[in-house]
């Protein structure tokens, strides 16, 4: 969480160029293992989301 922050703000501020630095960022949060993040967020949002809006698609 700290990376990505600390990542986000230097790609806003400038301080870090997104265009060349981007893949390099990916690669870190692989490494760092945000896919096993991004699967427990989707495991529960996706049902809370269809519970939500049972018409969405």
């Known amino acids: 969480d700290d990376y990505a922050r600390s990542m986000e703000a230097q790609?806003?501020?400038?301080?870090i160029s997104l265009e060349e630095e981007f893949d390099a960022f990916r690669a870190e949060l692989e490494n760092l293992g945000v896919q096993e993040y991004i699967d427990i967020y989707a495991k529960y949002w996706d049902p809370y989301y269809s519970a939500l809006n049972p018409d969405a698609q």
């Open 11 to 15: 790609f806003i501020t400038g301080a």
